[in-house]
């Protein structure tokens, strides 16, 4: 079942059903031109703000690995990123540039658990932030426009993220109430190895919160990239409000169910942005714009990949190349 869900032509079936109700609902070549309209210069800013949080995003998976010890330079880890996040393009949206950035370090470390782990906890803490800041956008934007609709769901979507990452950092501890029978099978044995790995972050609160300061600066500036492509293309969606729609939206980019980030978290957006009176070709115009932009991030990645730059070799040894 898990396969069958993981599968590309699944997920593109999901992708285009939904892309397909939303374009019987609106204008596809108005929302098309409303894009082509988009101002310039928000389109050139916003290009850097996505370049910024690409930075910011992989200084703080350098944190992660240089707590963990993990003997790789920042070099290597900055190429294995940008690469594993292009390649993530093709693969279930979410987790599949996750996936290809832990093996990649698997492969080129030999300490599979340290890599799965460091990455699990740089998505586990970017997701917290994601949380707050719907928690909070909420807070902020219902003193002066109550919605019960739009705070039902994003009080909700934070609750449950909150229990979820706590959870996760806590997965060790969950993980040994199974029974001691239990631990011996190989899916139980992976798992307790990556908790234990993960655990062991509990035991640097400094790092912790310096990679979770960040996540919340990466979320800031994709909420800033929204709102300045949201000015371009001529919305008076106040700001506060890009603090609620937001982050929802990106937690369903982050469900492996789309390809890419089309299709269903363009549907909730479009859908958050109703009570705004937002018209429907100029909300799909602004979702599919924040999937561009997202995957313009993603070049650099591509020019490493299609220049073929080593990102894995032979195993090294734990006091070589670290930094």
Do not use: K
Not at 104 to 122: H, I, K
Not at 283 to 291: G, H, K, N, P, Y
């Amino acid at each position: 079942m898990t396969r069958w869900l993981r599968s590309f032509w699944v997920r593109a079936g999901v992708t285009g059903v939904i892309l397909v109700l939303l374009l019987r609902q609106v204008d596809g070549g108005g929302a098309l031109r409303a894009m082509l309209q988009a101002s310039p210069t928000a389109l050139v800013l916003v290009g850097l703000l996505v370049l910024c949080d690409r930075v910011v995003m992989i200084w703080r998976w350098v944190l992660l690995l240089r707590a963990s010890d993990t003997p790789i330079s920042t070099a290597t880890a900055a190429r294995i990123f940008l690469v594993s996040s292009f390649v993530g393009s093709f693969l279930p949206a979410g987790v599949g540039g996750d996936a290809a950035r832990a093996y990649a370090v698997g492969q080129r470390t030999a300490q599979r658990g340290a890599a799965v782990a460091s990455v699990a906890v740089d998505r586990v803490l970017g997701v917290v932030a994601i949380a707050l800041m719907g928690a909070g956008g909420v807070a902020v934007y219902a003193r002066s426009h109550p919605d019960p609709r739009v705070q039902l769901v994003a009080v909700s979507s934070a609750a449950a993220v909150l229990v979820a990452s706590g959870a996760a950092l806590w997965a060790d501890r969950v993980m040994r109430w199974l029974p001691v029978a239990w631990h011996g099978w190989t899916p139980v044995r992976i798992g307790l190895r990556v908790a234990d790995a993960v655990g062991q972050y509990r035991t640097q609160p400094r790092t912790l919160l310096a990679v979770f300061a960040l996540s919340v600066l990466v979320q800031m500036l994709r909420i800033l990239q929204a709102y300045g492509l949201g000015l371009g293309l001529g919305l008076t969606v106040p700001f506060a409000y890009y603090l609620v729609f937001m982050p929802i939206g990106l937690l369903m980019l982050l469900l492996p169910i789309s390809v890419s980030g089309f299709g269903l978290p363009q549907g909730v957006m479009v859908w958050l942005l109703r009570p705004q009176g937002v018209p429907v070709e100029l909300s799909l115009a602004l979702t599919t714009l924040i999937i561009l932009s997202g995957l313009f991030g993603n070049l650099p990645g591509a020019w490493l990949y299609l220049r073929r730059t080593p990102i894995s070799g032979p195993p090294l040894t734990s006091d070589h190349n670290r930094q």
